[in-house]
């Protein structure tokens, strides 16, 4: 079988209004047989999911406790996993970087949230004490934090950055603005985000603290959601009701990553060699995974069913998500796509067959991590999901 091209279309000249690439539809899409076996990260509780893994290999998600209420585990191959339950709140995890630090989101009691901070000695720093509401968003290796703060004396929510104990509101130009939430933050200091005054919602870029504005078409809105370390910024511009997904490259050039009026255009994660992966589908029923990049915006291959979605991609270019099996299918399934090929990631834990699984993040060694879930005693969907790790193959071969 022939390998498929993922990306081969030209995008069109640059003009001030960006650039549109075609939508490219593999014509002999490759499913390879047979599937990665899961490792399960063993955690302590009801049931968990893995949400992100660092460079280090150390992998973090939440956990069910046998009570019910949610806390953030920690686990790296070798050790047993942590969970952090030295907070008395419910807690999800956000981010973990190369030090192992989490980044923790916390629900209080009285319905506002917290961002914490979990240290690889196991304290942990209120990045935004009471009375502040805070939801963090990213988390590089120097261990700053991208977050949005609200506080009850003006109810507004603002781009905000916590670093080595000091929390420094951004300036949004006396408006309200929002840090993104596909990576915020590259080492070159740069945050992006959206202000929002009274003329719109504005795309910037901070450096040292001062909103820049992306390149927008007239009499559009934008908004920016990741950034990686050329600058390139993963987000969207809305103009007359259609909502499309945009990069601008090294913060300039605007790059249209679907071509046409595509109603539902959703992209998840921007990687350094400026290529970004999501779902892309004029209805619900009708997303599937893509992939773009400089020269053409394509669909992934399905595991046989119509819908899919990328989550994460890694600089090589492999590509995780979920994929429906077949036209009847409910659920989806952990799905890799290497060099164009979707790799089944099978979810078969204690030799029990899995109703539904997502790989949601892939690193540089091509391990992703995910969750499983399958159904009770009962025969129903409880909480009975599991936490793995997959170890894609480095090569992928076609005959």
Request: net charge negative.
């Amino acid at each position: 079988m022939a390998a498929t091209l993922l990306v081969a279309v030209p995008a069109q000249a640059a003009t001030g209004a960006g650039t549109s690439p075609e939508l490219v539809v593999p014509a002999d899409p490759v499913v390879l047989a047979g599937a990665v076996e899961p490792v399960e990260i063993v955690v302590p509780g009801a049931a968990a999911a893995a949400h992100r893994i660092s460079e280090a290999g150390v992998v973090v998600g939440d956990a069910t406790l046998d009570g019910g209420s949610m806390r953030v585990f920690r686990w790296q191959d070798g050790a047993a996993a942590e969970v952090l339950t030295d907070v008395d709140v419910d807690s999800s995890a956000v981010d973990v970087n190369e030090a192992g630090q989490v980044l923790v989101q916390t629900y209080r009691p009285d319905g506002s949230a917290g961002a914490l901070l979990w240290q690889p000695d196991g304290t942990v720093v209120d990045l935004a004490p009471e009375p502040l509401t805070a939801y963090g968003w990213d988390l590089d290796d120097a261990g700053r934090v991208a977050l949005n703060l609200t506080d009850p004396g003006d109810w507004q929510t603002h781009a905000a950055l916590w670093h080595d104990g000091t929390l420094t509101r951004l300036d949004d130009r006396g408006g309200a603005s929002y840090v993104g939430e596909a990576g915020a933050l590259n080492a070159r200091g740069e945050i992006v985000g959206t202000v929002v005054t009274d003329v719109g919602s504005r795309a910037v870029v901070w450096r040292d603290g001062v909103p820049h504005d992306l390149l927008l078409p007239k009499g559009a809105e934008s908004f920016a959601e990741g950034v990686n370390e050329h600058g390139d910024v993963l987000g969207t511009v809305q103009r007359d009701a259609l909502t499309r997904a945009v990069v601008w490259e090294k913060g300039r050039l605007l790059r249209y990553l679907v071509h046409g009026q595509v109603e539902r255009q959703r992209f998840y994660d921007l990687n350094e060699n400026g290529v970004a992966v999501g779902s892309v589908g004029d209805t619900r029923e009708s997303m599937q995974a893509a992939l773009a990049d400089r020269r053409a915006t394509a669909f992934l291959p399905t595991l046989g069913g119509p819908t899919g979605t990328a989550y994460a991609v890694n600089d090589d270019g492999v590509v995780v998500g979920a994929s429906t099996l077949d036209a009847d299918a409910a659920y989806g399934h952990a799905v890799a796509w290497v060099r164009g090929a979707a790799v089944p990631l099978s979810g078969r834990v204690d030799d029990a067959e899995p109703v539904n699984s997502a790989a949601l993040d892939v690193d540089e060694q091509g391990r992703a991590v995910g969750y499983v879930q399958r159904r009770d005693a009962g025969g129903g969907l409880g909480f009975d999901t599991r936490a793995v790790l997959w170890e894609l193959p480095g090569t992928v071969s076609r005959s």
